[in-house]
């Protein structure tokens, strides 16, 4: 069984040695049966600090694109088929640090042989982002309700409604791989990474893992995707819309009334945040009602 974790990075050095370093532990101390190998895919073509992070993982990859989807997406269109399962995770994220090996658990997460899993996860908080040895407070897990394990219906609707966060995601490469060309119209949206998972929801091919197995930053960095928030708004509404084509009419009506209340709508906290002009509530159902 090849198992991949990637990791799409973009100028956050230090954070992703740190968490190279940590899964570098890890697979020294995993004596399970599956094998591991991981791959960075770098947006940073210059990045001064490219020959110690190849020394610290499998294969550095430089993103033949730009910006986080390709990232990903190339990933996917180049390497993903060389492995039979794909984790990804972001620079900054870490692994549980609890009794339990992270690689044991994510060999469990493969044997259902799902298309998609995704695994709780907890937040972290530090004063100290730039320390490789930081001290760090953690969230309770991010996901509380027994319903995401329990009740099927309600764990599709909970991801209908929102897209996950891009950690804890567990890909089957042949399910990436199905939907390669559809993945391209979803380049720019920031979200590319969960197409995969909104498909398996669709076909009743997903599952939720109840143990928060990473680390999650709570802080919303000024870079990267985050670097505009209104590259954010615009980027979730090209989602949706694309994802018109993905969904059948009752699972795209619940995902345009999360999204709505979530980030589009008048009272919705992502349009709060956001000073710059951005399309009206009317004009974003005009353009979703047009595609």
Not at 114 to 135: I, L, R
Request: net charge negative; with cysteine.
């Amino acid at each position: 069984m090849k198992i991949c974790i990637v990791i799409p990075t973009y100028r956050r050095n230090v954070q992703l040695v740190r968490l190279l370093s940590q899964l570098a532990e890890l697979r020294e101390t995993y004596m399970g049966q599956a094998e591991y190998s991981v791959f960075v895919t770098d947006s940073d073509l210059n990045n001064p600090a490219s020959d110690i992070i190849q020394q610290l993982c499998d294969r550095y990859i430089l993103n033949k694109g730009t910006g986080f989807d390709d990232n990903l997406f190339y990933f996917y269109k180049d390497y993903a088929g060389a492995f039979d399962f794909v984790f990804s995770c972001s620079d900054d994220d870490l692994f549980n640090c609890g009794p339990v090996n992270a690689l044991d658990l994510l060999e469990v997460a493969v044997r259902q042989d799902k298309a998609a899993v995704h695994f709780n996860h907890f937040e972290y908080k530090t004063d100290c982002p730039d320390s490789m040895d930081m001290s760090y407070t953690l969230s309770p897990a991010a996901y509380h309700l027994p319903a995401l394990s329990d009740d099927p219906e309600k764990f599709r609707a909970r991801f209908l409604w929102g897209p996950p966060r891009h950690v804890g995601l567990l890909y089957k490469s042949s399910h990436i791989a199905g939907l390669l060309d559809t993945m391209t119209t979803f380049r720019g949206t920031l979200h590319l990474y969960a197409v995969p998972f909104m498909c398996a929801l669709e076909s009743e091919d997903a599952s939720f893992f109840d143990y928060p197995l990473n680390y999650f930053s709570a802080a919303v960095a000024k870079d990267g995707a985050w670097e505009n928030t209104a590259n954010v708004f615009h980027g979730l509404l090209q989602y949706l819309i694309a994802s018109k084509q993905l969904l059948n009419p009752e699972s795209f009506e619940i995902a345009q009334r999360g999204f709505m209340r979530t980030y589009f709508g008048k009272s919705a906290w992502l349009r709060k945040m956001i000073s710059a002009p951005l399309p009206t509530e009317t004009e974003v159902l005009a353009s979703i009602e047009q595609a």
